[in-house]
């Protein structure tokens, strides 16, 4: 995985309706938690005060920014990337263009990445 090679010790997982079968088919996107090590010491660092706000939302936006960086330069993997860093839970979404969906004519399938 692309996202490996950055963040080492990240772990991604599939969560919401196409985990639990119940995606609609052609609208249907792809729900994904990514676990990255430093993302996790920087929230334990603001919740236990050692890290400020701001450092916090800062380092958080970097990470988030860093992550679309990286998928946005693989341009025939991925397009229409676009990071969101003003959300309660960071996200990127894009669209991941071989994934053989048979709802689409390219078979590609959209996707947000969240941050947790």
């Known amino acids: 995985n692309v996202l490996y090679s950055r963040f080492k010790g990240a772990r991604i997982s599939i969560y919401g309706s196409c985990l639990s079968d ?3 088919g052609k609208g249907s996107d792809v729900d994904l938690s990514l ?3 430093e993302a996790d010491y920087l929230k334990k ?3 236990n005060g050692s890290i400020g706000a701001g450092e916090f939302e800062k380092k958080m936006k970097n990470l988030v920014y860093q992550a679309n960086r990286k998928l946005s330069n693989l341009q025939s993997e991925f397009r ?3 990071p969101v ?4 839970i960071p996200v990127v979404s894009g669209t991941f ?5 048979p709802y ?3 078979g590609s399938i959209d996707f947000d990445i969240c941050f947790m």
């Open 85 to 88: 860093v003003r959300a309660r």
């Open 104 to 106: 689409t004519e390219d």
């Open 35 to 37: 676990w990255i090590p």
């Open 80 to 82: 229409n990337m676009v």
């Open 22 to 24: 119940l995606s609609l």
């Open 45 to 47: 660092g603001f919740h």
């Open 97 to 101: 263009l071989n994934a053989g969906n």
